[in-house]
């Protein structure tokens, strides 16, 4: 089966700019995160989508950072406008999500977007 | 917080010996998971610890839980080179999964 895969593995935009990144999950599962580390420190949640659905978006930071999971598959995190503290590693990841609302899925992950803000 | 909190932040041992880390929370969990990065790639996940278990083995792979002082421990015997990486733990609450800031295990030759 094919894993969780990021677009792009790097970009490089300057401060004000748009950039978009994108993740597809491993097919058939359900959830999918977004998480953030900052260089040093810890992985920080962003959001959950359950489906298209967002479940806890509790870690946005504001209002610059948009999630969206159209059709239930691939996602996309939109950050306009870029600030230089969001740059970081971007990782998503997904897991199933059973009827029984099982929380022993373990998470898969991408191997992340990392954004630089000049 | 839930977060979980890894100690120690780094450590370094010699190829066969063994690498212990901590990690310890602040809330009620279902599950306890950790994981392990590669420079530049995305974490994997190696062993999860439900919260009414104590003790678990996966291969080379021990992990504690002790709920009533909200900690657990992560024991990886026989180190070997491939083993230097970052490790996290996650505790889980529902839905939510909360990573800290890891510990950095290097392994020398």
């Known amino acids: 089966e094919a894993g969780v895969t990021q677009f792009p593995s790097h970009s490089v935009i300057e401060k004000g700019q748009t950039v978009t990144l994108r993740c597809d999950p491993i097919s058939g599962h359900d959830n999918l995160y977004w998480y953030r580390r900052v260089m040093g420190k810890e992985i920080k949640f962003l959001l959950h989508?359950?489906?298209?659905?967002?479940?806890?978006e509790s870690g946005m930071p504001n209002n610059r950072f948009l999630a969206e999971r159209t059709g239930g598959t691939y996602s996309t995190l939109k950050v306009q406008p870029a600030e230089l503290e969001d740059s970081g590693v971007y990782f998503c990841?997904?897991?199933?999500?059973?009827?029984?609302?099982?929380?022993?899925?373990?998470?898969?992950f991408g191997n992340g977007t990392r954004l630089t803000v000049t | 917080s839930q977060q979980g909190e890894e100690d120690p932040q780094a450590l370094s041992i010699q190829e066969g010996e063994n690498a212990t880390m901590n990690c310890s929370y602040k809330?009620?969990?279902?599950?306890l998971q950790w994981y392990r990065q590669n420079s530049g790639r995305g974490l994997v996940h190696l062993i999860l610890?439900?919260?009414?278990?104590r003790e678990k083995h996966s291969g080379r792979l021990r992990v504690t839980l002790d709920t009533s002082k909200k900690s657990s421990s992560l024991l990886i015997t026989a180190s070997r080179a491939a083993d230097t990486a970052s490790y996290f733990c996650?505790?889980?609450?529902?839905?939510?999964?909360?990573f800290g800031k890891g510990t950095r295990l290097h392994i020398l030759p």
């Open positions: 996650a505790p889980r609450r529902d839905d939510k999964i909360i």
């Open positions: 610890i439900r919260s009414n278990e």
């Open positions: 809330t009620s969990i279902n599950n």
């Open positions: 990841a997904s897991s199933q999500r059973g009827l029984a609302r099982s929380y022993n899925s373990p998470l898969h």
């Open positions: 989508f359950v489906k298209e659905s967002k479940q806890d």
